[in-house]
């Protein structure tokens, strides 16, 4: 644990300084008079758990976190504000006073009696049957860097008032609109340790940090890091000052100063270029696309509406001439005639059509194609693979550009999830972190290399539910398809999706070397894996005032878009 060392100037001036207050009760109040029992680190003790458990203690301490509301945390943080010698014992607790104890405010110097337990990992007192304030107190926080050493946890800082100078980042805010929770991290946002060299998972752990806004509402009306806008990962924040409490599994920082987060990673209008291209095709999970209401996707008429419209301003942004699309229910024809229909009223009657999967399977979604008529025409059949490996069996069609040049065919693939529903044997998580069903991915991606090696110059795109350094990639890999996306994104945008606050590519566009000589850029369009799920088209739990029919939060997959120059295809307009 960094030692609570002389502060720094910046550290003063941080330095929680409040006054005597009104209500703080005299120092010879009689409840005052009598001494406390124990000192914090004593309850605290060198551990995990106290070692004063379930024993009624009376200590003595500065309040630094004041969380007493009903829809708070129901008490309040005291810390003593001169630290014993033992780095491992931390020298705050937190409170639990409900209804009937006395109401306190930040900088009281209180004593509080009360029996010392461990609730779901947190040291607190618990119930706390007296409360004095006995004056007024300061506490300076301790300044604390990530990624924390090797082996060391919070939990000597546990309920301490703490500081973190260094610039973190923001990585994942997937429960923000729900729990007001946001996590950031040490050294930029956290990737994926299976989508590049360099990832440790246990490096990633040490170096973040949730952030809690010590509500216990779920989907406040107020909800934090939304104003001026919604904060996105890889924005980041300096000087965060907060209490550090422990819940649900994990230690969790409940700022008691504002954190403002600076704008590093800003909203992108348009897609990056992809240089000077002929035909251009993206990549693009809609993220349960359904028409029928009720099932996946949206819930309501209403939901269906503001979900098509945000599909179509992103297919509109992307101005592709070839689009594979993921999770579009298999209805037939018609969830696909639907986004399809809805797009040409935006960008011009006929502009776009689609080509019919001739054998979707049998799972509630499928994989399609739609394409720009005025700009390339299908060659040929459409064709899938025959392997039964496929619960979405994958959508290949040649195409050649309208005004000639050599045909290329675009593969759409959808691999098996990482969810482990029904997963055994090798299907299995294996804990090697490519999660469940990766031997299944690994026998479809040689099915798709299959498809790939009787087809005309394959693109093949999706997808794939496999990050860079797994299996099934290394196996298409082998077959000679290369990922794209290294030659053309930097490593800091090279993602597609975040999970678990850890960034990656999951969607991906592969080539083998003749057609990969046509690729004139790739770029990833990061509209959808940086937003929370509080701006997509759910109407429930989601603020009205964020729901915008953009494309952003259209999906949680960002659209993957790739040029290509095809030998003898005219020159684009």
Known sequence: MPP????????????????????????????????????????????????????????????????????QLGGFFLQDPSPDDDPATSEGLFAYAGPGVRDVRVGDRVLVTGRAVEFNGLTELSPVTAVDVCGTGTVEPVRYRLPRPEGVTFEPVENMLVTFPQELTATEHYRLGRYGELTVSAGGRLFQPTDRPGVSAERNDRRRLLIDDGSTVQNPATIPFTEPHVVRPGDTVRGLTGVLGYGFGAYRLHPTEPAVFRRANPRPAAPGPVGPATVKVASFNTLNWFTTVGGRGATTPLERERQLAKLVAALKGMDADVVGLMEVENNGDAAVKALVDRLNAAVGAGAYSWIRHPGPGGDAIHVALIYRPGRVRPVGPARTAADAVFERPPLAQTFRHAGGGTPFTVIVGHLKSKRCDGASGPDADQGDGQGCYNARRVRQARALAELAAAVPHPLVIGDLNSYGREDPIKTLAASGLAGQTERFVPAGRRYSHVFDGQAGELDHVLAPPALARWITGVTIWHINADEPPIVDYNTEDNPPRLYRPDAYRSSDHDPVIVGLRPPGAPQRR
């Open 4 to 71: 609570a060392s002389a502060p720094s100037a910046a550290a003063l001036a941080i330095a929680l300084t409040i006054g005597s207050g009104s209500g703080a009760a005299p120092a010879d109040d009689p409840g005052c008079s009598a001494p406390p029992t124990h000192r914090i680190a004593q309850v605290q003790g060198p551990g995990d758990a106290t070692p004063l458990s379930g024993r009624i203690v009376r200590v003595e301490g500065v309040v630094t976190g004041d969380f007493q509301r009903g829809d």
